[in-house]
């Protein structure tokens, strides 16, 4: 499967903005998504992750109740909402998708090309 983030660009703080991540190539709905995001000069991190079904949604802790996972599979297509932002959610944002269940690490099988945006303060 093929990814391709968009949606990336400069938000001031507070503001909001949603990601999106098109797949094309095989199934969509047979993978599990997420999206995980690195900052300069820090490892990947997790963010946000959706069954196949979209039933169930993960988030970790540091964007909870700020960021929505979603997905379309109609469209073949995830998204993350980002809202209340700051300064410290500045990183590029990779969507990625695995064919098993979802995991929170970064074991996923395939990974988009990554999307930068910026919060300014």
């Known amino acids: 499967v093929q990814l391709q983030a968009s949606g990336g660009g400069l938000v001031q703080t507070g503001g909001s903005l949603r990601l999106s991540c098109a797949a094309s190539?095989?199934?969509?709905?047979?993978?599990?998504m997420g999206w995980f995001r690195q900052a300069p000069g820090k490892e990947r991190e997790f963010v946000a992750a959706?069954?196949?079904?979209?039933?169930?949604?993960w988030t970790a802790d540091s964007v909870k109740g700020r960021f929505t996972i979603s997905r379309d599979n109609a469209n073949n297509t995830v998204y993350l909402q980002m809202n209340s932002l700051k300064p410290e959610d500045t990183a590029v944002y990779y969507c990625?998708?695995?064919?098993?269940?979802?995991?929170?690490?970064?074991?996923?099988?395939?990974w988009g090309q990554g999307t930068l945006f910026t919060v300014s303060s």
């Open positions: 959706i069954s196949r079904s979209g039933a169930s949604t």
């Open positions: 190539g095989r199934i969509f709905s047979s993978y599990s």
């Open positions: 990625a998708a695995r064919s098993g269940m979802v995991l929170t690490t970064i074991a996923y099988d395939y």
